[in-house]
């Protein structure tokens, strides 16, 4: 699935040659190159995607373009084209289990819409990142660019590298050309593979005759893939190209007969895949259109999206275990669906692997957004603690209260509360504290103040502080069914 070492073992035997109407997904690396032709004509600055087709999985294919000169310029990534089907019929299945789902009188159940539905994955996928440099005519050797092994995002760190000519290099078509060719690990590292950009040898007014290096920086990205169900396509995010090379991304080594398989012959034509993308692109190439610092960007675009693509189909029959895509169900049993939908059963494929290792696991999480209860965290948790103790204390107060009989229907509303502050007398040690207070209470201090409705001997009730008790006169407690 995730290979380090791309060969010409991983090229299904079928796939020696491409047709124009490669334009539905199938193992070759290849496939679907008119999409991605299509999808850079034209190609501004900025982000830019396509869709990509399996038989039952459509997957988005982003592609950044970069105005920086000091960062990488291009990076393409994808989801894997296994990884999104087995995703896809995972989703159409919940589907089919939602709409199996037995529901009860009038009530809507929470899985009925299926635009609160949102189904994730974390996995592994294609990252590619490509810089170009630009020769002079007749170079040799030719200056490749290359990063340094102390990686700053901030700064760049590009530099170059020189590596010779390859024979025949000579121009003699009448298109741009791709040639692959593997780079030495010492002069730049992590390097899957380089590229030379063939100019045409007839020129038109849109060509450019220098010769193009290009560096290719392939690997597998972890990243985490979502797929809504109201969207139409599977969706992924992974970190821009300025922190690629801080990212743990396994970088993998390409030869150049995989490489090959990327721009193979056509069978309904006579010329070759990478011929016909420039040929599309043709008016993409006017560098008078391309920023001035960077005018091989693409150039880099092409490379990256081939590069990508082709990663994305290794591995492409491969199946859910013990469930081949032809023999995958439409819809699981009853049971089987209430168990997933309750969430009490995690394997509905009842997959056993023999051999866990010759097995890729994927642990889909579906999502329902809206309100639901949960027992879950700490905070909830400590809520459920809390929450009894109150209720035996209010319990115990309503069973007193019943109990003793005392209660009392004074003093329910503000303007009692205030009549009995109007009726009281102000303590002398109380009347400093009072000051200033009668245009608003500015600190937290006179709330402290123990207060306290207390008789006096006279028969009659005031607001008393504790912390001031009159003088010469004895306050006592308020007595039970009497009249004041």
Request: proline share 8%; glycine share 4%.
């Amino acid at each position: 699935m995730f290979p380090a070492y791309l060969t010409v073992n991983d090229v299904p035997p079928d796939c020696a040659s491409s047709s124009t109407l490669s334009l539905v997904g199938n193992d070759c690396p290849s496939s679907e190159w008119p999409t991605l032709a299509a999808m850079l004509s034209p190609l501004n600055y900025g982000c830019t995607w396509t869709g990509l087709q399996t038989p039952v999985a459509e997957r988005e294919l982003w592609l950044d373009v970069s105005s920086e000169q000091t960062v990488n310029s291009v990076y393409v990534t994808t989801p894997q084209a296994a990884v999104a089907e087995a995703f896809q019929n995972v989703g159409y299945l919940w589907d089919a289990a939602v709409a199996d789902y037995p529901y009860t009188g009038d009530n809507p159940s929470r899985f009925r819409s299926s635009d609160n539905v949102i189904h994730t994955v974390d996995a592994f996928q294609p990252y590619v990142i490509t810089r170009c440099l630009q020769n002079k005519v007749g170079s040799d050797p030719l200056e490749f660019p290359t990063r340094q092994s102390s990686w700053s995002s901030q700064e760049g760190h590009w530099t170059t590298a020189n590596h010779s000519v390859p024979p025949d290099l000579s121009a003699m078509n009448s298109s741009y050309r791709i040639r692959w060719l593997e780079l030495p690990p010492a002069h730049f590292p992590n390097a899957s593979i380089g590229a030379i950009i063939q100019p045409p040898r007839i020129l038109d007014a849109l060509a450019d005759p220098r010769p193009v290096a290009c560096s290719i920086y392939a690997g597998w990205a972890p990243t985490r893939i979502n797929l809504t169900q109201s969207s139409e396509y599977i969706q992924s995010w992974v970190p821009p190209g300025t922190n690629a090379f801080r990212w743990p991304i396994d970088w993998v080594s390409i030869t150049s007969e995989w490489a090959a398989s990327l721009t193979p012959p056509l069978s309904d034509q006579n010329t070759t895949v990478d011929a016909a993308f420039y040929s599309i692109l043709n008016e993409n190439l006017d560098t008078n259109q391309e920023n001035s610092s960077q005018p091989a960007y693409i150039h880099e675009a092409v490379l990256a999206s081939l590069v990508a693509n082709g990663m994305a189909r290794n591995g492409f029959d491969s199946g859910i275990l013990d469930n081949p895509e032809s023999d995958l169900p439409s819809s699981l049993p009853d049971e089987t669906n209430r168990q997933w939908l309750s969430g009490s059963n995690h394997n509905i494929f009842a997959i056993e692997p023999t051999d866990p290792g010759a097995v890729y696991p994927l642990s889909i999480t579906s999502v329902v957004s809206g309100l639901a209860y949960t027992t879950d965290g700490v905070p909830i948790k400590l809520a459920f603690a809390v929450l009894p103790l109150y209720c035996i204390y209010a319990l115990s107060h309503l069973l007193y209260a019943a109990i003793s009989g005392i209660s009392s229907s004074s003093w329910e509303s503000i303007a009692e509360i205030t009549t009995l502050a109007l009726a009281s007398t102000i303590p002398d040690k109380m009347r400093n504290k009072l000051r200033n207070t009668i245009a608003g209470i500015a600190t937290a201090a006179l709330f402290r103040e123990p207060v306290r409705i207390s008789a006096f001997p006279d028969g009659h009730l005031e607001l008393v502080f504790d912390s001031n008790g009159r003088k010469n006169k004895r306050v006592g407690r308020i007595e039970v069914n009497r009249v004041y």
